[in-house]
């Protein structure tokens, strides 16, 4: 099993920037992949980027060129860099883990961008 722990939410003004952090613990040298998804209430939880082992990374198009996935294997955590953020950005967000065809999820940490 695995433990996820986010920090890093609040509020920013649109344009703005803010780092998520996540750390792990546990069963981390099983983990396949890590990433974060967000909710808005009343929608469903959607990617929003994903880093494998190996380093390779996937963006859900909305973040392309302004979020950054990356990982530190030493220390355990992923961290999601977000810039030039807009209102529509504001969510709760979720990192996960993979591991054994399992899913594990953090408490989620919120973002609010104002315009």
């Known amino acids: 099993q695995v433990q996820l722990v986010e920090s890093g939410g609040g509020l920013v003004q649109a344009g703005g920037s803010l780092r998520l952090s996540c750390a792990a613990s546990?069963?981390?040298?099983?983990?396949?992949?890590m990433g974060w998804h967000r909710q808005v209430p009343g929608k469903q939880r959607e990617l929003v980027a994903v880093?494998?082992?190996?380093?390779?990374?996937y963006y859900a198009d909305s973040v392309k060129g302004r979020f950054t996935v990356s990982r530190d294997n030493a220390k355990n955590t992923v961290s999601l860099q977000m810039s030039s953020l807009k209102p529509e950005d504001t969510a709760v967000y979720y990192c996960?883990?993979?591991?054994?065809?399992?899913?594990?999820w953090g408490q989620g940490t919120p973002v609010t961008v104002s315009s």
């Open positions: 996960n883990a993979g591991l054994d065809g399992r899913v594990y």
């Open positions: 546990g069963s981390v040298f099983s983990i396949n992949f």
């Open positions: 880093i494998r082992n190996g380093g390779s990374t």
